[in-house]
């Protein structure tokens, strides 16, 4: 593997509308931002990705991009954002933004114009198809915020487009030349102005089959799921190849993928040595206890799932390329909620996912508020909640014959709005986050859990995370941590991970006890050094390591 000059960064994911606002209107915005670049580096970030600031009118937070050049005055001004980027790079931080090129909104001018003239160019940017007799439509996939992927093209009652995720996200159509080219200006023209790159949308979508049709049914919707579509559609590398060589390359950029499902065989072109993209996320565990009927049937996840799914993705990847690694992003419930079982959720257990997310190897991502160990938030009814994939899933539960209480206590676990609730800066009204009325209701833990009381205390969450990002930029570790492989010691006990990082001339043991109850590891060698405990004793007799429910250790051994 080629040395990259982001390998040994770490990585940190704001969601404007919720990390701090400026001035008082409820909304997160840029001022608010720059305000806390300090913060951020003295937590050990290096990189910087917003969540999109495009104007947008908001139909799914943003991901719906009215204007690909300007910047929603919610969150400020080109100034602003300009601003931003030269403030990072006085501190020798890069700002990704998010690039959401699957789709734009159906109020970008681009779909009004195919509105006004669908067989003219701007229809052309799109899926625009004759409705069948009786008007049918065209097939019979199901979009990722429920319902048909088709609606009626606005002003045209015998036409439908297609919008794989919400009717307010019509998909772009990269078979399109021109469309491809509108893309890749766009993109030079935010890395001209200094941006240190992207994180990449939703891309598997933007390649689709050859022919389109319908596939058996899976629920009683008589829709079918994307994926279907999604598996037959080959070639996507052709317009990833084409991405990365008219942009991302030209300027040395960091891209990283939204990619959930690259065959094995597609790894080294997606993230080798000159892959479409820098890194891809891992969603390994992102993906644990699903169920194709919905969200109300997702199942706990469990210890030795997770476990193996993150040595699964680690030896997958092997010295291939870097994985970015998350423990949870604005897609995905609160990660120490998600993945530490119900009533286990404890500081040693916060800090464990963090060491494990640290110490693996790859590119570590923080979510704003992991880093607090900011929890999920329990909502009482749909009325609370704004995410427009949860309404879905609460329907799909109601349909399947949950009551609206059921509904949502399923359903609200992996609700998106969970990470989405303000940040939770300081125990003052509001967390903190704004002088006005947040947009969305802060979770109420801020009085216990927020960045102010963490601060002033060496043992939190906050200061540990501090500790695994300076760790992963020392001196003594860096190499090791950065690039050392990573060599899983099985345990019998299948609720404890046991890993060697080792580089040329050091080795780490990684041990990290995923239960509440005491184990005991088995040490081979010698152990030299301490070097990071999630807590204050260390009780290694006789060669065995004996370990605390959620203890999680790092030891520089022979
Ligand atoms: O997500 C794409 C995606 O497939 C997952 O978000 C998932 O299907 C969804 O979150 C289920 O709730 C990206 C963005 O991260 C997400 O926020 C956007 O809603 C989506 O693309 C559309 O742009
Ligand atoms: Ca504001």
């Not at 992102?286 to 993705?313: C, F, H, N, T």
Request: hydrophobic residues 35%.
């Amino acid at each position: 593997m080629k040395k990259k000059w982001w390998h040994d960064k770490v990585a940190y994911q704001i969601y404007p509308k919720s990390f701090c606002d400026s001035n008082g209107d409820g909304i997160g915005d840029l001022q608010g931002i720059i305000s806390k670049l300090d913060y951020l580096k003295d937590l050990g970030v290096d990189i910087v990705w917003l969540s999109p600031i495009y104007p947008s009118p908001l139909a799914d937070e943003g991901y719906d991009i009215a204007d690909y050049y300007g910047i929603d005055p919610r969150f400020g001004t080109m100034e602003d954002m300009e601003e931003l980027i030269a403030e990072a790079k006085k501190r020798d931080m890069y700002i990704l933004m998010d690039l959401v090129v699957n789709h734009c909104s159906d109020e970008h001018e681009w779909f009004l114009k195919a509105c006004e003239d669908p067989d003219g160019k701007y229809g052309k940017y799109f899926y625009i198809v004759d409705a069948g007799q009786e008007d049918k439509l065209p097939t019979n996939w199901r979009s990722y915020f429920g319902g048909p992927a088709w609606d009626k093209l606005p002003g045209h009652e015998d036409k439908y487009y297609l919008h794989v995720f919400h009717k307010k996200q019509p998909d772009l159509n990269w078979e399109n030349e021109e469309v491809r080219e509108e893309v890749y200006k766009m993109v030079n023209w935010w890395l001209d102005k200094g941006l240190g790159g992207f994180r990449i949308d939703a891309i598997i979508n933007i390649k689709k089959p050859e022919v389109f049709h319908d596939y058996p049914a899976d629920r009683a919707d008589g829709l079918c799921s994307i994926q279907c579509m999604l598996q037959e559609a080959k070639g996507i590398g052709r317009f990833l190849r084409e991405l990365q060589e008219r942009t991302f390359r030209l300027h040395d950029s960091f891209s990283v993928g939204e990619v959930f499902d690259a065959d094995e065989d597609e790894i080294t072109d997606f993230v080798g040595d000159d892959g479409y993209f820098s890194s891809m996320f891992d969603f390994g565990t992102a993906l644990l206890g699903g169920d194709p009927a919905g969200w109300y049937r997702r199942k706990p996840v469990q210890a030795k799932e997770y476990i193996k799914a993150v040595y699964q993705s680690q030896k997958r990847l092997g010295d291939i390329g870097f994985y970015s690694n998350i423990i949870e992003n604005h897609d995905e419930p609160r990660g120490v909620s998600h993945y530490l079982p119900e009533g286990e959720c404890c500081v040693e257990g916060k800090k464990m996912l963090a060491l494990l997310s640290f110490m693996v190897k790859g590119l570590p991502f923080i979510y704003e508020g992991q880093e607090i160990g900011m929890e999920n938030k329990t909502f009482a009814s749909i009325e609370e909640v704004d995410d427009c994939s949860t309404m879905h899933e609460y329907q799909v539960a109601l349909e399947a014959g949950l009551t609206p209480k059921q509904a949502i206590e399923a359903v609200g676990k992996y609700c998106r709005d969970n990470a989405r609730t303000p940040m939770q800066w300081d125990d003052s009204e509001n967390a903190g986050f704004t002088t006005g009325r947040p947009w969305l209701a802060v979770n109420p833990n801020y009085k216990q859990i927020n960045v102010k009381a963490q601060q002033a205390d060496e043992d939190s969450v906050l200061a540990f995370y501090k500790k695994l990002a300076a760790l992963r930029k020392s001196a003594e570790y860096k190499e090791t941590i950065v690039y050392g492989d990573l060599i899983l010691v099985p345990q019998e006990d299948e609720n404890v991970m046991v890993f060697y990082r080792k580089s040329a001339d050091k080795t780490l043991l990684v041990a990290a006890n995923y239960q509440s109850v005491a184990a005991d590891i088995k040490l081979t060698g010698q152990m030299n050094k301490e070097v990071l405990n999630n807590v204050r004793e260390l009780h290694i007799d006789d060669g065995i390591l004996y370990m605390q429910g959620y203890q999680a250790v790092v030891l520089e051994v022979e």
